[in-house]
C-alpha cells in the first residue's frame, strides 16, 4: 500500500514526519537532559566530605551519557531504513 495524499501519511523530503519528528525529540530531551544533570552538579555543595561521592556520580552519569552519541546513531540509522525501505 502506497503512501497517498489523503491518508495522512505524506512523506516529507523523503522521510516520515513522524521520524523526524522523533529524531528531533530524542535530540531535545539528550540537550535537556546534559543542562540539567550539569545544573544539579552546580549545585552540589563542595564541602570536603562529599567530594568523593560528587566526583563517583559525576563519573557514573559521564559514563552513562557516553551513550547518548549511539542512540542518536540508532535513530537516524531508524531513519535510513526507513527511506530506504519506501524506495
Known amino acids: 500500500m502506497s503512501a497517498g495524499p489523503d491518508d495522512g501519511t505524506m512523506m ?5 514526519i513522524g521520524m523526524v519528528n522523533l529524531m528531533v525529540q530524542v535530540s531535545v530531551t539528550l540537550a535537556i ?3 540539567i544533570v550539569g545544573k544539579i552538579f552546580n549545585a ?5 566530605v562529599f ?3 560528587a566526583t563517583q556520580v559525576e563519573q ?3 559514563t552513562a551519557f557516553e ?4 542512540i542518536l546513531i540508532g535513530v537516524v ?3 535510513v531504513i526507513g527511506v530506504v525501505r519506501q524506495i
Open 77 to 79: 540509522a531508524s531513519v
Open 12 to 16: 516529507a523530503g523523503g522521510m516520515g
Open 60 to 62: 557514573l552519569t559521564a
Open 51 to 53: 567530594t568523593d561521592a
Open 67 to 70: 551513550l547518548a552519541p549511539v
Open 33 to 35: 537532559g546534559v543542562l
Open 44 to 48: 552540589l555543595p563542595k564541602a570536603p
